[in-house]
């Protein structure tokens, strides 16, 4: 009598999850790339490295769910990712770039916003698993994510490359608008997410516009766009708080209500 073929384990990761994986790599690679061009005094190309950066984040979790790639060692290679990618590098870049004037205070500037993007990359995977997450169910986040902070705290170099003008590079300016943005990523505030976006029906032809409009401009007057978008997104943020105050008081008003219904019958 033959004994029953043994099938041996499969060992290793699965090939659709490399992918994603190697999307975040290259994010990693293009953040890292753009100290090496804030060294060389050539602003353009590290900012656009950090952009780029920024574009391969938002990219690298949408492939991992159209593959089904997603794992946990891609969680955290995200994470170490975005920390060097979108806390590290923009620090340095901006250190180099203007709070080198006052090298110890602006040193510590700098290092305030590295800190504060591990700081919040640490909180979002302490409550991967965790079933309390008031803001994600509600569809919100919690603070500003990472690459909106990256790209927040370089407004002052977006402004000064298409303006000229030598106060946008100024220290006192530069480091207090650091620290903000950099206390925003850490902060408790609700912000819009994707999925917490509802477009009317009456406005998405206008919201197609406006995509392709910023498209054009991006490729036009990179400069002048980013900063309009920073200023754009800087005023959702109370509409975003406002927003999710209106979902708590729903699900309040609600919990109240099943409460009563079911204090009801029970009297």
């Known amino acids: 009598m033959m004994s029953p073929r043994v099938i041996p384990l499969r060992r290793g990761i699965p090939l659709r999850t490399l992918a994603p994986n190697a999307v975040t790599a290259l994010a990693l690679c ?12 050539e602003w353009e190309k ?3 490295c950090i952009l ?7 990219l690298d979790g949408r492939i991992a769910r159209l593959l089904k790639g997603e794992s946990r060692f891609g969680a955290e290679l995200d994470s170490l990712s975005d920390v060097i990618a979108f806390g590290v590098s923009p620090a340095i870049i901006i250190y180099l770039w203007s709070l080198q004037a006052v090298p110890q205070y602006g040193w510590i500037v700098a290092l305030t916003h590295a800190v504060c993007c591990a700081l919040r990359l640490a909180r979002f995977n302490a409550a991967i698993d ?17 690459p909106a902070g990256a790209g927040l705290m370089l407004l002052p170099l977006y402004l000064w490359m298409w303006t000229g003008l030598p106060i946008f590079r100024e220290s006192w300016l530069v480091a207090p608008w650091t620290i903000a943005s950099a206390l925003l990523m850490i902060s408790s505030v609700a912000t819009f997410s994707w999925s917490a976006l509802r477009l ?20 036009n007057a990179p400069w002048i766009a980013l900063s309009v978008i920073c200023a754009l997104y800087l005023a959702s943020i109370p509409f975003g708080m406002r ?8 699900r309040a008003a609600r919990t109240q209500m099943q409460s ?3 204090a009801g019958p029970a009297a």
Do not use: C, N
């Open 30 to 41: 293009f953040g890292l790339t753009g100290v090496r061009f804030a060294i060389a005094a």
């Open 46 to 48: 590290a900012v656009i």
């Open 52 to 58: 780029v950066a920024g574009i391969l984040d938002g």
């Open 130 to 146: 965790s079933e309390d997450q008031p803001h994600k169910s509600a569809g919100f986040l919690t603070g500003i994510p990472a």
């Open 200 to 219: 009317r029906r009456g406005v998405r032809m206008w919201v197609l516009l406006a995509i392709g409009l910023i498209g054009a401009a991006l490729i």
């Open 243 to 250: 927003s999710y105050a209106k979902v708590r008081r729903l």
């Open 260 to 262: 009563q219904s079911q």
